[in-house]
């Protein structure tokens, strides 16, 4: 499974291409992520000002440890437009943070997968070539419902004219 399923993610309009949409952070999760990053930071600050470095330097690696997860957060996002899908997420490769962006087309996905269990569940590409990319997981109905946008947004892709179309 390529990628990891998200439990903050959401439908929301993309505001860089018109009709598209996009599956991206909560709103409640960044925020969430920054008081975190502040609240480490003050706590860092705090100790330095109380003279005790070892607090301090925990602190700090708090500091940093919220700031990647944050960062890895807001790099995340799915864009849905047209027969492309644009993923966009952030890896740490042999210590070196690098923004990592795949194109997959619409006749590209074989179905999207749906897992439920109890009142949660789990959605995920199957591609044609056997490569699976993992969506989201949370709450069985919202996640149904983001599986059913994308689903619809895939039917539409391929329904669309391949070449021009002359009037």
Excluded: C
């Excluded at 706590?43 to 944050?70: I, K």
């Excluded at 699976?132 to 419902?145: D, H, T």
């Amino acid at each position: 499974m390529r990628g990891s399923f998200r439990r903050d993610a959401e439908v929301r309009p993309d505001p860089e291409v018109p009709g598209a949409f996009a599956l991206a952070r909560r709103p409640r999760a960044r925020t969430i992520s920054r008081a975190m990053i502040a609240l480490s930071f003050a706590a860092a600050l705090l100790d330095l000002w109380l003279h005790r470095p070892g607090l301090a330097l925990a602190q700090l690696g708090l500091f940093t440890a919220f700031l990647l997860v944050h960062l890895f957060g807001e790099a995340w996002m799915w864009r849905f437009a047209g027969d492309q899908i644009l993923v966009r997420a952030l890896e740490l490769k042999r210590l070196r943070l690098r923004l990592r962006v795949e194109r997959l087309h619409a006749r590209e996905i074989l179905r999207v997968g749906l897992e439920r269990r109890g009142v949660r569940a789990r959605a995920w590409l199957e591609m044609k070539n056997g490569d699976n990319y993992a969506l989201v997981e949370g709450r069985a109905a919202e996640v149904e419902q983001i599986a059913d946008r994308v689903q619809h947004a895939l039917l539409l892709a391929r329904a669309e004219p391949q070449g021009q179309t002359l009037h």
